[in-house]
């Protein structure tokens, strides 16, 4: 039997417990994680965060290493990709991104017309609409304010749908 890709739905926190459980059971994963620098007192700390929280992407060559994966305390479920072709090259493609020296991060799904609630900078807590989304950074938000709109420039990752 052929390998086939898959996705693995980890509970909160576990990617890298579930790639740790591949790595010792030999199966193929896959866990794209980016590079995030946290200033404590003067100190400059480094983490690996997961790319794609919750989830881990491995290639199973048979049902036993299957029936395994669902075992594991940390993987809540197992999903089948639809066009592995695809899929692999779109995930060679991030993991080429992440060994570059570009910046990657996940770019919420926010366009014009949607509601949204900054939740982080100063302006944390409001509402707003998007009026016009500028590249993967700058959105135009509208914010209602005692019946009439003021227009603010907010970059993308601080916001989330409503």
Request: proline residues 6%; glycine residues 6%; hydrophobic residues 45%.
């Amino acid at each position: 039997m052929d390998s086939a890709w898959h996705v693995i739905h980890t509970r909160p926190r576990c990617e890298k417990k579930v790639a740790t459980y591949c790595d010792r059971e030999r199966i193929d994963c896959s866990l794209p994680l980016y590079r995030s620098v946290k200033r404590y007192r003067g100190k400059q700390v480094v983490f690996l965060k997961p790319l794609f929280p919750n989830y881990v992407f491995v290639r199973l060559s048979d049902s036993t290493q299957q029936g395994a994966l669902q075992r594991n305390a940390h993987v809540a479920r197992i999903l089948a990709v639809p066009d592995p072709v695809e899929f692999e090259h779109q995930l060679n493609d991030i993991l080429r991104a992440l060994e570059s020296d570009v910046k990657v991060r996940l770019a919420p799904l926010i366009g014009v017309g949607m509601r949204v609630k900054i939740r982080s900078g100063p302006l944390r807590g409001m509402d707003g609409w998007v009026e016009h989304r500028s590249g993967m950074v700058d959105v135009l938000l509208r914010l209602d304010f005692i019946g009439l709109a003021a227009a603010v420039k907010v970059a993308a990752d601080a916001l989330e749908p409503i």
